[in-house]
Structure formats: C-alpha cells, structure tokens
C-alpha cells in the first residue's frame, strides 16, 4: 500500500511540473526591440549615517541574542537597571 501511495505522489508530483512547465511557456514574455537593454550599474559606495548613542542602543538591543550569556552581559551594560542596589554612580 504504501508502494501505491508513493507512485501516485511521484505521478502527481511529475503531471503539476509538466503543467508548470506548460503555462511557462504559454505566458513567457516576448522580448521586442523596445526593450532596454539591461545595464550594469557604476559601484556606489556605501553611503555612511551618524547614529545617536541611544539609536546605537536600540539598534544593538535588536541584533541581540538574550539567550547568550555575554549578550545578556552587554546588555547590562548598555542598560543599567536604575533600581540595582549594587549600582554604581556615573562620573
């Protein structure tokens, strides 16, 4: 039986490709002399921006990873909790 399964899955499987296949081929695009033609663009270098430190934040709190142990460190770092009793005073 389970012979029989796999052989109607393999046939189904082949008839839904050669449909494909077929409506490919029926709606493919015909290609006429007014089409541009495809230029390779100039390298642009990568544009550069200024983030603020709390930008730079949220941006690392996105990116990480609280499961990892240094990330959840860093995370300390980045975000003090004000209600810490061991907290130590910024200069």
Known sequence: M??????????T?????????QL???FRRKHTA???VSVARPY???????????QARLLALGHS???DEADSEFMKLLFP??????K???K
Do not use: C, F, H, Y
Not at 2 to 11: M, T
Not at 13 to 21: H, I, M, N, P, V
């Open 2 to 11: 389970e012979v029989r399964v796999r052989q109607l899955l393999k046939q």
């Open 13 to 21: 499987s082949q008839a839904l490709l050669l449909k494909a296949t």
């Open 24 to 26: 490919g081929r029926l």
């Open 34 to 36: 007014e089409d541009p």
């Open 44 to 54: 642009e270098k990568p544009a550069m921006r200024k983030v603020t430190v709390e």
């Open 65 to 67: 990873d609280m499961r």
């Open 81 to 86: 909790d004000e209600r810490s009793p061991n």
């Open 88 to 90: 130590q005073p910024t």
